[in-house]
Nanobody
Framework: QVQLVESGGGLVQPGGSLRLSCAAS????????MGWYRQAPGAPGKQREL??????????NYVDSVKGRFTISRDNAKRMVDLQMNSLNPEDTAVYYC?????????WGKGTLVTVSS
């Protein structure tokens, strides 16, 4: 059974930084894409938003609102993906979900809450 476990969320002041990590475990076929999505709290009807993705070849993609502030990285051997978040603002407040795509299935973590507030 594949599991994704996120860590690193919490409360941070505007302008601050956080680093999210996600570790994948279990039997899975070749991982193609890893990434992070987010969903604002109290907005269950709002679609989960792509934040950043990274391929097995280290090609990255970011939503415009985080470009220049967030950096995604991965360790293929350890099956981990990190998201370094700098210059955080209140609009970044959300539950952040780790995402993993293999040739056979997509997987999601349970999410970690990031709150940006003074």
């Amino acid at each position: 059974q594949v599991q994704l476990v996120e860590s690193g969320g919490g409360l941070v002041q505007p302008g601050g930084s956080l680093r999210l990590s996600c570790a994948a475990s279990g039997n899975m076929f070749s991982i193609s894409v890893m990434g992070w999505y987010r969903q604002a709290p109290g907005a269950p009807g709002k679609q989960r938003e792509l934040v950043a993705t990274i391929t097995s070849g280290s090609s990255t993609n970011y939503v415009d609102s985080v470009k220049g502030r967030f950096t995604i990285s991965r360790d293929n051997a350890k099956r981990m993906v990190d998201l370094q978040m700098n210059s955080l603002n209140p609009e970044d407040t959300a539950v952040y979900y780790c995402y993993l795509r293999t040739v056979r299935a997509n997987y999601w973590g349970k999410g970690t809450l990031v709150t940006v507030s003074s």
